[in-house]
């Protein structure tokens, strides 16, 4: 009974030790399991603290637009998601909302889209990536490269019915242009002579027909070149027949007609010999008249050097004969051009020979030709490559001569384009080569006219091709171009147009008909020949001749610099800002930089070079300076920007700038949310400053609001573009401003959006249980945001609207996954697909979890330890306090 009385007991009050050695036992069994716990919990949370994500949305994008290019520049995203930004996608589209990946670039934040079409606008977005993948597209921006020339009228004419018409020579003064070429038929209020005849049609600088004037014999009569001055118009040609008062001299002759200004006949010569001859152009100086062509035989008083020769001959105004030339090699010479300054007259052509004192670089050659204003032989320059290389045209100015044509080959340095190209040549007067330049598409281009104006060279001619930031209007078919030059040899635009039959092609000349150039203080004008039909005329017959007027549009002063902050230092003031929306078509030189102690008052203090930033300093602390920037070009200077200030302090600073600021549109209301500032500077803030304008850069004052992170603008107008930023104040001053954001309010709608889940897809079979969704909405508005769900009742944000992505936790086993688009209006829609998570058993942790976790047991042991002496601690405490037992029953006795 003893050895089993109530004091042995195992856990009776009669043994406390026995009961204190089980307890201590259970604690630290209790410990232990602590531990185990606190280091599952700990590989657990790991790869949530150590998982990232796709970066935010890049910001602030901006575009500007030049010559056939756009240049866009961004600031980088919010944030990096937890891992370094590695590159750039760019996107661009013709439509707004349609762009398509153009480049993946490296981490940069600027890019030049080179190669655009005048006049096309682009729009553009950008996005970020990391190793985790692509993060949100930026803000949308779009640039319309401007288109250099513009076309103010086109007139199109002819014989009517079947008739083939053609316009071959043009010239212009300052009361308008002439036009001849050939036609087979009558033109309005004429009379048809002969199978083809000659005309001469006069326009007025508005494009209004002055006179016309169709002429010939009872044969074929083509005009081919005109030129004017102020005692009339030069008609030359050739004909199969004879003029009145004329003596035909063989098969084809030429003939040069003189006209005054209301288009009457003054004189006709016809000259040739017993073979074919043709003339090809016509010029002019003080001394006399000049008509230039080829011959197969040999003109009177002349010697034949082969099997055709070129022809030069000089009339007076009154058409008197002053001298003829005819000149040539043992081969084929063709004369197709002829200018004359004040040391003589030039003329150029091609030739399968060689002349004196030249070299044949091969096939046949081009020539220039120059001889005093007497007919004295001066000397010539043959030049080439080693297949065809016609020279159509010549013009001169003070000091120089230009050369212009066709090759099939590759001159010295230059680059063939593609099967034919065009080449210019300058020269000086004694014929030394100053400068040349071979151009052209992929396709074939002809180069058949050059003029002079000031200090520009204009060449014309005829493309199957394409030329940089031009379109082609036809297949298989050839367009007019056009081209400018300065003087040093650099080009400076060229304007390709056409329709979608074919124009400048198929003239019945001799020499070259793929259209002609001339320009005088009335404008550009372009003759030819076309199969179609321009835009807004009729076409009259199987071809008809055409006149085009263009007019170089001229640069602009450039945009306002754009973007622009300011942000105080001690004594200084930081300026920063983005290059103009628009350079005005002429490059940036210059920025002009305007300070003022009172808003509105400003002075110029600087210029600078075409940099982005400027450091003013030596200013006062705890003086308010307000701040504007001004961009200059070649034009002129651009209007200045929206005002900005700054208050430099001695001590402390402002905050930086607030973060991530968007822009969601409702009906005439915008909704703007942003992020404090990655530093508030010196001291709190105390509040933000909303701005906003209706163009990018433009941004001004709208309110000011506390220490809030959003702002509903109720004064927004519907269908209006609104661009806002939001700069943080503390007691320093006001910070630069944050990313631009832009929204669109509209007027509520009903339809409500669309949105698919594409990734991953219905009754998939995942082997994890973090998931990333990814998918597509839409809406007949706009979108404000999409959100995910496993439950249909707890919902978290995705990145992106129309191309959405985000990620969530699922359950092993079945799971449902949803997905809700709300636009702006707040119409909503859902999807959802359902997908089973197995996860596999985990395999040996890695060393970095083992580290942590040991790490964490470390931790819970000592945590456990320290629990376990106080408690046994405290349980000797007790023991020692305990009252002595109760005397046991024998002692009762």
């Given at each position: 009974?003893?050895?089993?009385?109530?004091?042995?007991?195992?856990?009776?009050?009669?043994?406390?030790?026995?009961?204190?050695?089980?307890?201590?036992?259970?604690?630290?069994?209790?410990?232990?399991?602590?531990?185990?716990?606190?280091?599952?919990?700990?590989?657990?949370a790991?790869?949530?603290?150590?998982?990232?994500?796709?970066?935010?949305?890049?910001?602030?994008?901006?575009?500007?637009?030049?010559?056939?290019?756009?240049?866009?520049?961004?600031?980088?995203?919010?944030?990096?998601?937890?891992?370094?930004?590695?590159?750039?996608?760019?996107?661009?589209?013709?439509i707004?909302?349609?762009?398509?990946?153009?480049?993946?670039?490296g981490?940069v934040?600027?890019?030049?889209?080179?190669?655009?079409?005048?006049?096309?606008?682009?729009?553009?977005?950008?996005?970020?990536?990391?190793?985790?993948?692509?993060?949100?597209?930026?803000?949308?921006?779009?640039?319309?490269?401007?288109?250099?020339?513009?076309?103010?009228?086109?007139?199109?004419?002819?014989?009517?019915?079947?008739?083939?018409?053609?316009?071959?020579g043009?010239?212009?003064?300052?009361?308008?242009?002439?036009?001849?070429?050939?036609?087979?038929?009558?033109?309005?209020?004429?009379?048809?002579?002969?199978?083809?005849?000659?005309?001469?049609?006069?326009?007025?600088?508005?494009?209004?027909?002055?006179?016309?004037?169709?002429f010939?014999?009872?044969?074929?009569d083509?005009?081919?070149?005109v030129?004017?001055?102020?005692?009339?118009?030069?008609?030359?040609?050739?004909?199969?027949?004879?003029?009145?008062?004329?003596?035909?001299?063989?098969?084809?002759?030429?003939?040069?007609?003189?006209?005054?200004?209301?288009?009457?006949?003054?004189?006709?010569?016809?000259?040739?010999?017993p073979?074919?001859d043709y003339?090809?152009?016509?010029?002019?100086?003080?001394?006399?008249?000049?008509?230039?062509?080829?011959?197969?035989?040999?003109?009177?008083?002349?010697?034949?050097?082969g099997?055709?020769?070129?022809?030069?001959?000089?009339?007076?105004?009154?058409?008197?004969?002053?001298?003829?030339?005819?000149?040539?090699?043992?081969?084929?010479?063709?004369?197709y051009?002829?200018?004359?300054?004040?040391?003589?007259v030039?003329?150029?052509?091609?030739?399968?020979?060689?002349?004196?004192?030249?070299?044949?670089?091969?096939?046949?050659?081009?020539?220039?030709?120059?001889?005093?204003?007497d007919?004295?032989?001066?000397?010539?320059?043959?030049?080439?490559?080693?297949?065809?290389?016609p020279?159509?045209?010549?013009?001169?100015?003070?000091?120089?001569?230009?050369?212009?044509?066709?090759?099939?080959?590759?001159?010295p340095?230059?680059?063939?384009?593609?099967?034919?190209?065009?080449?210019?040549?300058?020269?000086?007067a004694?014929?030394?080569?100053?400068?040349?330049?071979?151009?052209?598409?992929?396709?074939t281009?002809?180069?058949c006219?050059?003029?002079?104006?000031?200090?520009?060279?204009?060449l014309s001619?005829?493309?199957?091709?394409?030329f940089p930031?031009?379109?082609?209007?036809?297949?298989?078919?050839?367009?007019?171009?056009?081209?400018?030059y300065?003087s040093?040899?650099?080009?400076?635009?060229?304007?390709?147009?056409?329709?979608?039959?074919?124009?400048v092609?198929?003239?019945?000349?001799?020499g070259?008909?793929?259209?002609?150039v001339?320009?005088?203080?009335?404008?550009?004008?372009?003759?030819?020949?076309?199969?179609?039909?321009f835009p807004?005329?009729?076409?009259?017959?199987?071809?008809?001749?055409?006149?085009?007027?263009?007019?170089?549009?001229?640069?602009q002063?450039?945009?306002?610099?754009?973007?622009?902050?300011a942000?105080?230092?001690?004594g200084?003031?930081?300026?920063?800002?983005?290059?103009?929306?628009?350079?005005?078509?002429?490059?940036?030189?210059?920025?002009?930089?305007?300070?003022?102690?009172?808003?509105?008052?400003?002075?110029?203090?600087?210029?600078?070079t075409?940099?982005l930033?400027?450091a003013?300093?030596?200013?006062?602390?705890?003086?308010t300076?307000?701040?504007?920037?001004?961009?200059?070009?070649?034009?002129?200077?651009?209007?200045?920007s929206?005002?900005?200030?700054?208050?430099?302090?001695g001590?402390?600073?402002?905050?930086?700038?607030?973060?991530?600021?968007?822009?969601?549109?409702?009906n005439?209301?915008?909704?703007?949310?942003?992020?404090?500032?990655?530093?508030?500077?010196?001291s709190?803030?105390?509040?933000?400053?909303v701005?906003?304008?209706?163009?990018?850069?433009?941004?001004?004052?709208?309110?000011?609001?506390?220490?809030?992170?959003?702002?509903?603008?109720?004064?927004?107008?519907?269908?209006?573009?609104?661009?806002?930023?939001?700069?943080?104040?503390?007691?320093?001053g006001?910070?630069?401003?944050?990313?631009?954001?832009?929204?669109?309010p509209?007027?509520?709608?009903?339809?409500?959006?669309?949105?698919a889940?594409?990734?991953?897809?219905?009754?998939?079979?995942?082997?994890t249980?973090?998931?990333?969704?990814?998918?597509t909405?839409?809406?007949?508005?706009?979108?404000?945001?999409v959100e995910l769900?496993?439950?249909?009742?707890t919902?978290?944000?995705?990145?992106?609207?129309?191309?959405?992505?985000?990620?969530?936790?699922?359950?092993a086993?079945?799971n449902?996954?949803?997905a809700?688009?709300?636009?702006?209006?707040g119409?909503?829609?859902s999807?959802?697909?359902?997908?089973?998570?197995?996860?596999?058993?985990?395999?040996?942790?890695?060393?970095?979890?083992?580290?942590?976790?040991?790490?964490?047991?470390?931790?819970?042991?000592?945590?456990?330890?320290?629990?376990?002496r106080?408690?046994?601690k405290?349980?000797?405490?007790?023991?020692?306090?305990?009252?002595?037992?109760?005397p046991?029953?024998?002692?009762?006795?």
């Amino acid at each position: 009974m003893q050895g089993r009385g109530e004091g042995s007991r195992p856990g009776s009050c009669g043994d406390p030790r026995g009961r204190n050695r089980m307890s201590i036992r259970g604690r630290v069994v209790s410990a232990l399991a602590i531990t185990a716990l606190l280091g599952l919990v700990a590989l657990a949370a790991l790869p949530a603290a150590l998982a990232a994500g796709p970066p935010t949305r890049p910001l602030a994008l901006q575009s500007s637009a030049g010559d056939a290019a756009v240049t866009i520049s961004w600031l980088a995203p919010s944030s990096d998601g937890g891992s370094p930004i590695t590159a750039y996608k760019v996107y661009r589209g013709a439509i707004s909302g349609g762009g398509a990946l153009l480049v993946t670039l490296g981490d940069v934040r600027t890019y030049l889209d080179s190669g655009l079409v005048h006049g096309q606008t682009y729009y553009y977005q950008v996005s970020a990536l990391n190793t985790v993948g692509e993060g949100a597209q930026s803000n949308e921006v779009s640039a319309t490269p401007p288109q250099p020339v513009g076309i103010p009228w086109i007139r199109q004419f002819g014989a009517v019915s079947s008739a083939t018409n053609h316009g071959v020579g043009l010239e212009v003064d300052a009361s308008g242009a002439y036009v001849v070429g050939d036609t087979s038929g009558t033109l309005p209020g004429q009379t048809s002579v002969g199978a083809y005849d000659a005309y001469l049609r006069k326009y007025g600088a508005d494009g209004t027909v002055t006179w016309t004037r169709q002429f010939g014999t009872i044969l074929d009569d083509y005009a081919v070149a005109v030129v004017v001055d102020t005692s009339g118009a030069y008609v030359a040609g050739h004909t199969a027949g004879t003029f009145s008062g004329e003596t035909s001299a063989g098969l084809l002759d030429l003939f040069l007609q003189k006209d005054d200004a209301a288009g009457n006949v003054l004189w006709t010569h016809q000259f040739g010999s017993p073979a074919y001859d043709y003339a090809t152009a016509v010029g002019a100086d003080p001394s006399g008249v000049y008509i230039v062509g080829y011959t197969g035989g040999t003109l009177p008083g002349q010697t034949g050097a082969g099997n055709f020769d070129g022809v030069l001959r000089k009339y007076d105004g009154n058409g008197n004969e002053l001298w003829t030339r005819q000149f040539g090699t043992t081969g084929f010479d063709y004369v197709y051009a002829v200018d004359s300054d004040s040391s003589g007259v030039y003329v150029a052509g091609e030739t399968s020979g060689t002349f004196s004192g030249q070299t044949n670089a091969g096939g046949s050659d081009a020539f220039v030709r120059k001889y005093a204003s007497d007919g004295t032989y001066l000397w010539t320059r043959e030049f080439g490559t080693s297949a065809a290389d016609p020279a159509f045209g010549v013009a001169t100015d003070a000091s120089s001569v230009y050369v212009a044509g066709t090759t099939r080959g590759t001159f010295p340095g230059e680059t063939n384009a593609g099967g034919v190209d065009t080449f210019l040549w300058k020269y000086d007067a004694d014929g030394n080569v100053l400068w040349s330049h071979q151009f052209g598409t992929s396709d074939t281009d002809i180069c058949c006219g050059i003029a002079i104006y000031g200090s520009r060279i204009y060449l014309s001619g005829s493309t199957r091709g394409t030329f940089p930031g031009e379109t082609h209007t036809g297949y298989l078919t050839t367009d007019a171009f056009l081209r400018s030059y300065r003087s040093d040899g650099g080009s400076t635009w060229t304007r390709q147009f056409g329709t979608t039959s074919g124009d400048v092609y198929l003239g019945s000349s001799c020499g070259c008909d793929h259209g002609a150039v001339a320009v005088s203080a009335s404008g550009m004008y372009f003759v030819g020949t076309t199969f179609g039909t321009f835009p807004g005329e009729t076409k009259s017959g199987s071809s008809d001749a055409f006149l085009a007027s263009l007019t170089e549009i001229p640069a602009q002063p450039p945009g306002p610099a754009a973007n622009v902050q300011a942000i105080a230092g001690d004594g200084i003031v930081d300026l920063t800002w983005y290059q103009p929306a628009s350079d005005g078509r002429a490059p940036i030189t210059n920025y002009r930089i305007y300070r003022g102690t009172t808003s509105g008052s400003l002075a110029l203090v600087a210029q600078i070079t075409s940099v982005l930033s400027y450091a003013d300093s030596g200013r006062t602390n705890g003086v308010t300076y307000y701040y504007a920037v001004s961009a200059v070009n070649s034009a002129g200077e651009g209007a200045q920007s929206g005002e900005v200030s700054a208050t430099p302090m001695g001590t402390g600073a402002a905050p930086s700038a607030a973060q991530n600021l968007q822009a969601m549109a409702g009906n005439a209301r915008v909704t703007l949310t942003w992020q404090a500032p990655a530093s508030g500077g010196s001291s709190a803030i105390t509040g933000y400053k909303v701005y906003r304008g209706t163009t990018s850069g433009s941004e001004a004052l709208l309110t000011s609001v506390g220490t809030v992170l959003t702002y509903v603008d109720t004064g927004a107008a519907n269908g209006q573009v609104y661009y806002y930023q939001v700069s943080a104040m503390n007691a320093v001053g006001e910070g630069p401003k944050s990313n631009e954001a832009s929204a669109t309010p509209t007027a509520t709608d009903s339809t409500s959006p669309t949105i698919a889940i594409t990734s991953p897809s219905a009754n998939s079979v995942l082997t994890t249980t973090s998931v990333t969704v990814t998918g597509t909405a839409s809406d007949d508005v706009a979108l404000d945001r999409v959100e995910l769900s496993t439950d249909g009742t707890t919902w978290t944000r995705a990145t992106g609207t129309t191309s959405w992505s985000g990620s969530v936790t699922l359950v092993a086993g079945s799971n449902v996954i949803y997905a809700r688009a709300t636009d702006t209006s707040g119409n909503q829609q859902s999807a959802q697909v359902s997908v089973t998570a197995q996860v596999a058993r985990p395999g040996p942790p890695t060393l970095d979890l083992m580290l942590l976790a040991g790490i964490g047991g470390a931790i819970a042991i000592a945590i456990s330890y320290t629990a376990f002496r106080v408690v046994v601690k405290s349980k000797r405490e007790k023991k020692e306090k305990l009252p002595p037992p109760p005397p046991q029953p024998s002692q009762r006795r």
